[in-house]
């Protein structure tokens, strides 16, 4: 659906997008994640043939976004960071007016926009201003925009940014339904959200790929996904000692301990091993009081951090 | 074409339901009436070489008029789609970038032409009331009209080009009072020149000198040469749009 190879965008003095490349296929749902000003909405402006790139091609659905781009552009949905409208417009003025200009007409047209308003909960303020709109609903009313036209693709640039809880839900529960019959890139910030919702994560930093993967695989590869942590009544050299022998653990630090005897550890194990039940029987036959053995699940925000503050994982 | 149209009632929409709009027609029909009503009062006192025409576009009021609207009603063109990041929603849209200039030019000359109407009309009324006593010579008044609108197609443009320098209005506004003002004093200053020393400029202000088109025109002489210079440079200044629009995406 969406094929990017070798992008690149340079302004003076500094390179915003470098040498990127990724493909997005057909049905997928993918999250586009990045720092702040590592070049996620200059990718996606290039994305949708609003800024031209300084080398590199995109196609979206086998049109080039610079030779072909009126016909890329009937294919996406987008929707830019902070969701800019027309203040002058009341909701439904606005609706039809982009409904016209993306090529739709007539009695089409009319049921198209409401299928999209009842769809996106705006049909109750469709003759307001759009000046008087709450934020929740300004992003409603970008998302029935991008809906309209019936694109294949929905590229969504923080479209959960300043919304309440509530609202957020409500985004991730329409991300996932449209899920269903559109391909969807969505930059957030929102990992949880992501984790949720996306088959496939992009991470980009400094303008460059660092980690593409489903979710899963990138938590599973981290270095921090393999930590387990103990808490026994023993003697600290000894219990770390007898536990560093286990099969699969690569070491083992000592975080504390208290007056009564009790000692924690922190084990740190190869990623693919779970060494739980070897310590349980370890406590049992050295008769070590046992109050605390966990495993660390990762999450996408332990990836995110790594990935984006040091080299690649 | 059809997205041109789609935009042109857009922008034709914007202009008629937004306040300012009317505060501009206000401001013209109330200049136009006191330019008309001077230049009665100048043919009342005494016997005059000009016409109700003439005089009226002679008037300083005349002038006041012409270089107030233009920064009014363009500021807003491109200025309020960069500032509020609509255009980018616009030229993600199967939307071409001429599309969206030309649509917002034609939207502003029909606004500029609905402005003078009331002016025109002035006359008609007066030759009513006065039970057809009133001379107002035809001639006079198309030409009059026809360097107005050419002035106007002109200067427009030059709004326009104003307005996709900067997203902020009132900096657009004084960029394209201040390029017209130049232009038309650059007119005044060849003109100042021409009657001072050699016959050798005479011929180059003629196209320069504003002045002396207004003059020309509302005494009814229609010449064809600076109706050329003006839509030439109508041309030159929307292309010249058109590449600062497209430069802004491109920053090199």
Redesign the interface.
């Known amino acids: 659906m969406i094929d990017v190879k070798n992008l690149t965008k ?3 003095g500094r390179t915003a997008v470098d040498n990127i490349s990724f493909e997005v296929g057909q049905g997928e749902i993918v999250g586009f994640l990045g720092p702040n000003g590592a070049g996620k909405t200059t990718t996606l ?1 290039m994305l ?5 790139p ?1 080398s590199g091609t995109v196609s979206i659905a086998g049109f080039d976004v610079f030779r072909d781009s ?1 016909k890329a ?2 294919q ?1 949905g ?1 929707m ?1 960071e ?1 969701v ?5 417009m009341r909701v439904k003025e606005y609706l039809y ?2 409904a ?4 739709l007409s007539g009695k089409d047209m009319r049921e198209r926009i409401g299928k999209v308003m009842d769809r996106c909960g705006v049909t109750d303020v469709r003759k307001k201003m759009i000046s008087s709109l709450s934020k929740g609903y300004r992003q409603r009313v970008g998302l029935a ?1 991008t809906l309209v036209h019936s694109p294949q693709l929905l590229i969504l640039d923080e479209p959960t940014n300043g919304l309440d809880p509530n609202q957020i839900r409500q985004v991730r529960e329409l991300v996932k339904e449209l899920g269903q019959d559109h391909t969807i890139l969505i930059s957030t910030h929102i990992l949880p959200e992501v984790e949720a919702t996306c088959d496939r994560v992009i991470i980009i930093s400094e303008g460059k790929v660092r980690a593409s993967d489903t979710p899963q695989n990138l938590v599973n590869r981290l270095r921090t996904a393999g930590t387990i942590s103990v808490e026994v009544k023993a003697d600290p050299s000894a219990a770390a000692d007898k536990m560093t022998r286990i099969v699969g653990v690569r070491k083992v630090a000592k975080d504390s301990v208290d007056e009564d005897g009790w000692c924690r550890f922190t084990l740190r194990v190869e990623a693919s091993s779970d060494v739980r039940e070897e310590l349980y029987n370890m406590a049992i036959a050295n008769h070590w009081p046992l109050r605390e053995l966990a495993r660390h699940h990762a999450t996408l925000e332990d990836v995110f951090v790594e990935v984006t503050q040091s080299e690649q994982v | 074409m059809r997205t041109f149209r789609i935009l042109l009632s857009k922008e034709l929409r914007s202009f008629f339901l937004s306040p300012i709009a009317y505060v501009v027609l206000a401001l013209v029909m109330l200049f136009n009436g006191v330019a008309f009503y001077a230049s009665v009062r100048i043919l009342q006192t005494a016997p005059s070489e000009g016409s109700l025409v003439t005089w009226t576009f002679n008037s300083p009021w005349f002038y006041l008029s012409y270089f107030t609207i233009f920064p009014l009603i363009t500021m807003r063109l491109f200025s309020e789609e960069q500032k509020l990041g609509t255009i980018e929603t616009l030229l993600t849209a199967p939307v071409r970038t001429t599309e969206m200039i030309f649509s917002k030019y034609v939207a502003t000359v029909i606004f500029y032409c609905v402005l003078w109407l009331p002016s025109l009309l002035n006359f008609y009324v007066f030759q009513w009331i006065t039970r057809g006593m009133a001379d107002i010579p035809t001639g006079q008044l198309i030409g009059s009209y026809t360097i107005v609108l050419t002035m106007g197609l002109f200067n427009i443009a030059i709004g326009c080009f104003a307005s996709s320098l900067t997203k902020n209005q009132i900096v657009a506004a004084i960029l394209s009072f201040s390029m017209i003002l130049l232009h038309f004093l650059l007119g005044a200053f060849m003109l100042y020149l021409s009657g001072q020393s050699n016959q050798q400029y005479a011929e180059l202000t003629s196209y320069f000198a504003s002045i002396q088109h207004i003059k020309s025109f509302a005494s009814g002489l229609i010449d064809t040469r600076p109706i050329i210079y003006y839509l030439s440079f109508t041309a030159l200044v929307l292309s010249l749009t058109h590449q600062v629009l497209d430069f802004r995406r491109w920053k090199v």
């Open positions: 340079r302004y003076v402006r949708t043939s609003y800024l031209p300084s009126l552009r009937k996406i987008y830019p902070n800019p409208l027309y203040e002058d007016f982009r016209k200009l993306k090529g925009d």
